[in-house]
């Protein structure tokens, strides 16, 4: 689950299935790599962050269930 704080101030979680199923290292893992195909890193200072390259947002972080 990608949690990505939209400039409107909405949060959005997008969900990533994997077929077959992964296991939470790898998860752990893909969401990083997600993170750093999608979004690029400004930083640092106070508005530092992963902006997404699509210009919706930030990325605030994943995690897996």
């Known amino acids: 689950m990608i949690l990505i704080l939209l400039f409107n101030g909405t949060i959005v979680k997008e969900k990533l299935d994997f077929n077959p199923p992964i296991d939470i290292m790898d998860c752990l ?25 699509d210009g919706r947002g930030t990325i605030q972080g994943y995690y897996c269930e």
């Open 29 to 53: 893992a893909l969401g990083q790599a997600y993170t750093e195909v999608v979004s690029t890193y400004q930083g640092p200072g106070k508005e530092q962050g992963w902006y997404l390259d």
